[in-house]
Nanobody, 122 residues
Framework: QVQLVESGGGLVQAGGSLRLSCSASGRSLSSYAMGWFRQAPGKEREFVAA????????YYADSVKGRFTISRDDSKNTVYLQMNILKPEDTAVYYC???????????????WGQGTQVTVSS
């Protein structure tokens, strides 16, 4: 069993930055892929970014490419999402997830955090 806890969300003005963290307990993440997803009110959950278990491969949604960066620190059992040049449309609850492979498909991830709210004001 893996427990994931996200942190770092908050209220920020458009153009600002936030760094989300996802800390895991119960199991080492070193052999797992990690993903970030988000869900805005009234919308479906959508893929944001993913990183392979080696950290050597990263994947991004087109809407965040060039602005967001996913990274991992296995010594801290933590994955990060650096979000720059934030836009109002980035407003959502952000969730981290753990799975066997880095994929855009949410259903391929086995464990999920409780989410952290990100609100970007215009």
């Amino acid at each position: 069993q893996v427990q994931l806890v996200e942190s770092g969300g908050g209220l920020v003005q458009a153009g600002g930055s936030l760094r989300l963290s996802c800390s895991a307990s119960g199991r080492s993440l070193s052999s797992y892929a990690m993903g970030w997803f988000r869900q805005a009110p009234g919308k479906e959950r959508e893929f944001v970014a993913a990183i392979s278990w080696t950290g050597g491969s990263t994947y991004y949604a087109d809407s965040v490419k060039g602005r967001f960066t996913i990274s991992r620190d296995d010594s801290k059992n933590t994955v990060y999402l650096q979000m720059n040049i934030l836009k109002p449309e980035d407003t959502a609850v952000y969730y981290c997830a753990v799975g066997p492979i880095a994929t855009t498909d949410w259903y391929r991830y086995d464990y999920w955090g409780q989410g952290t709210q990100v609100t970007v004001s215009s």
